[in-house]
């Protein structure tokens, strides 16, 4: 069993940033890979970026491609999300999620990022 908690949410205006963490417990940490995902109101969560266990390979949604690094600290059992350049458009509750195959199968309760114009 892995828990997962995020961190970090909060208001800002658009073109601030914010950093988001998800500190995790339980099993081995560096034997999962982490996603963040977020879902705004009204419409259904989606993927926003995902690291691989030792953090070599990263992925990323278009629309947050060159704005949004993933990045992890095994040794510290956290997985961070750094937002730059935010938009409202990225108003979400934003969610961390791991996985050791190949579903999501450990998910934290959230944290709410709101982006005002």
């Known amino acids: 069993q892995v828990q997962l908690v995020e961190s970090g949410g909060g208001l800002v205006q658009a073109g601030g940033s914010l950093r988001l963490s998800c500190a995790a417990s339980?099993?081995?940490?560096?034997?999962?890979?982490m996603g963040w995902f977020r879902q705004a109101p009204g419409k259904e969560r989606e993927f926003v970026a995902a690291?691989?266990?030792?953090?070599?390979?990263?992925y990323y949604v278009d629309s947050v491609k060159g704005r949004f690094t993933i990045s992890r600290d095994n040794a510290k059992n956290t997985v961070y999300l750094q937002m730059n350049s935010l938009k409202p458009e990225d108003t979400a509750v934003y969610y961390c999620?791991?996985?050791?195959?190949?579903?999501?199968?450990?998910w934290g309760q959230g944290t709410q990022v709101t982006v005002s114009s």
């Open positions: 999620a791991a996985r050791a195959n190949a579903l999501y199968e450990y």
């Open positions: 339980g099993r081995t940490f560096s034997s999962y890979a």
């Open positions: 690291i691989n266990w030792s953090g070599g390979s990263t």
